[in-house]
């Protein structure tokens, strides 16, 4: 017995011999015979390139979600880019390479290019050139696109996986993942997640190809592999498997009960989404409303600045859809970790505390007020609240504040109606914002805790970076008593208050939120059964004064 230790990145266990991801080989042509005939060549693979991405993204959404498939949709754009085309082109005609060459020099030189870049989102387009190049090479070399299929059940390792290859992979036999390499942000993660494949990353050398073929255990929670496990050991995981199958059979009867604990307390549940599609999700899964509606998406998913007519046909979906349920809109987030060249943003040594969020948006009027019009007038199609993100003074959400009232204003006299009853709320995500929330509260009519950026501002640590391990610590004694400030400030100035970052899916805090009084969880569609449960097997009478005791100075 063999047993390995990773990192989990998707829960669940697995239980099937283990087997390696083998990728088709390119012969190499060194120089060309003809620049002209090697650039059509090239442009006739970027063509078929390109066919094969639209298929995949609409593989991804059907197969995973529609954030999965903004993957592809990447992709797509990253392939049209004028200055890597730019650039094969170049090697082609001036270095005399061949078209496989070009394409395999340039994409090298990008991707290193990517990787020796400080902030984390471009960092991660390191993954996204290399999966293009490879598809490029692939088709150039006359090859076949090549899907794995297995007989029976395995688990698969490989060094690690690019986007493509995970989606088009024969999931009806794949029961897990195991990787040398990967990270938890990392594409393969983010899709077996969103697949409901179990997955271990971080491997490394322990991971040894003569392992092929061996019986194995992935246990995606806690990151631990075994190999070659004993029959006690085999018994005890499959009872494991067993029960977990039972529990997501029978959570499935929670959908249409309140999310109410033993003592009577109830919270809504909520929903995190990024785009329109994401909508039947929230459905599917009986979430109670949109706690956070990522309005960036439509931004990063453009090669320019969407329109206001494009911007307030997606709001009007979502809006329409959810059939009067709350619909919480973010307005847009850009900056720190989500960068877009358009934008013209200048480069900063530390975007996350630069220029980002409400900050971009109060600096850009014309750009502010577009967002602005086109949620109000997607407003008279449902429950619309609207929240800064980013906030940590008051003058700020004054501004803000200003901003909607001029907007309503312009849309009266234009005779384009709107709802005059839309909440405007803010996130908590600064220790700031916290700390001075009984100000703040005074100006909303809402607040929702951001605590993927709340962690990351009040540890200093940043949240991409995944070396810190233990210093990186969402239920430090520091934060929790922050949002406590928070929530005692709104309910004193009569406001409600969610949590709507990672945190709120975390189910060792839910009898904590509970107890400090959180209004509203905002969690991805997924989470909602499991969390309805944990709020219902709650008596917060049993726990409240301990767990305010705790979170009391003194």
């Not at 209004?519 to 004064?545: G, K, N």
Request: net charge negative; proline share 3%; charged share 25%.
């Amino acid at each position: 017995m063999i047993v390995m230790q990773g990192q989990g990145v998707s829960s669940g266990i697995a239980i099937a011999p283990i087997a390696f991801y083998k990728r088709q080989s390119v012969v190499e042509e060194k120089t060309s015979v003809c620049a002209d005939e090697e650039w059509q060549r090239f442009c006739t693979a970027s063509q078929k390139a390109q066919s094969e991405l639209e298929r995949l993204t609409e593989k991804a959404r059907q197969e995973a979600g529609e954030e999965a498939s903004l993957l592809f949709e990447t992709h797509q754009m990253m392939l049209d880019d004028e200055d890597y085309r730019d650039a094969i082109e170049a090697k082609i005609k001036e270095d005399k390479l061949s078209a496989i060459m070009a394409v395999q020099a340039v994409t090298d030189q990008f991707a290193n290019m990517f990787r020796a870049m400080q902030d984390s989102y471009m960092q991660a387009r390191e993954a996204d050139i290399k999966d293009i190049g490879m598809r490029l090479i692939r088709i150039l070399s006359g090859q076949e696109n090549h899907r794995l299929s297995f007989e029976e059940s395995v688990i698969l390792a490989a060094d690690d996986l690019a986007p493509s290859e995970t989606i088009q992979l024969d999931k009806s036999k794949i029961v897990g993942f195991l990787l040398s390499g990967g990270a938890a942000a990392g594409h393969t993660a983010i899709l077996a997640r969103t697949m409901g494949i179990p997955a271990v990353i971080g491997l490394g050398k322990s991971l040894l190809s003569s392992y092929e073929g061996r019986m194995a255990i992935l246990d995606g929670g806690t990151g631990s592999v075994i190999v070659e496990p004993n029959e006690d050991m085999l018994k005890r995981y499959r009872e494991r498997k067993k029960q977990d199958a039972e529990k997501q059979s029978w959570m499935q009867e929670l959908k249409g009960k309140p999310n109410r604990t033993r003592d009577g307390h109830e919270v809504r549940v909520y929903c995190n989404i990024s785009t329109p599609n994401d909508v039947h999700a929230v459905m599917a899964n009986d979430g109670g409303g949109i706690g956070l509606f990522r309005s960036e998406f439509l931004y990063l998913n453009s090669d320019d600045y969407p329109t206001e007519e494009e911007q307030f046909e997606a709001y009007k979906s979502v809006l329409a859809d959810m059939a009067g349920k709350r619909v919480i809109i973010r307005t847009c987030d850009i900056g720190a970790d989500k960068q877009i060249d358009y934008f013209g943003l200048p480069k900063e040594d530390n975007p996350a505390m630069g220029m980002r969020a409400l900050r971009i948006s109060l600096s850009r009027p014309l750009f502010f007020r577009s967002q602005l019009r086109a949620l109000y007038r997607a407003s008279v199609f449902g429950r619309l609240g609207i929240m800064f993100p980013m906030v940590t003074s008051v003058w700020e959400v004054r501004e803000a504040k200003k901003c909607c009232e001029s907007v309503k204003q312009e849309l009266k006299k234009e005779g384009i109606p709107y709802k005059n009853d839309v909440e405007l709320g803010i996130m908590i995500e600064t220790p700031a914002a916290a700390l001075i929330s009984d100000k703040l509260a005074k100006e909303v009519d809402f607040f929702s805790c951001g605590t993927n950026d709340l962690v990351q501002y009040t540890l200093a640590c940043d949240r991409q970076n995944h070396d810190l391990g233990r210093f990186y610590d969402p239920h430090h004694l520091s934060l929790l008593r922050l949002i406590k400030l928070a929530t005692d400030n709104a309910h004193q100035n009569g406001i409600w208050i969610g949590i709507c970052g990672e945190l709120a899916a975390d189910t060792a805090l839910t009898e904590t939120f509970l107890a400090m009084g959180i209004d509203e969880l905002s969690v991805s569609p997924r989470f909602v059964l499991p969390l309805r449960q944990a709020v219902r097997d709650i008596d917060t009478r049993i726990s409240r004064e301990k767990i305010l005791q705790e979170l009391s100075y003194g």
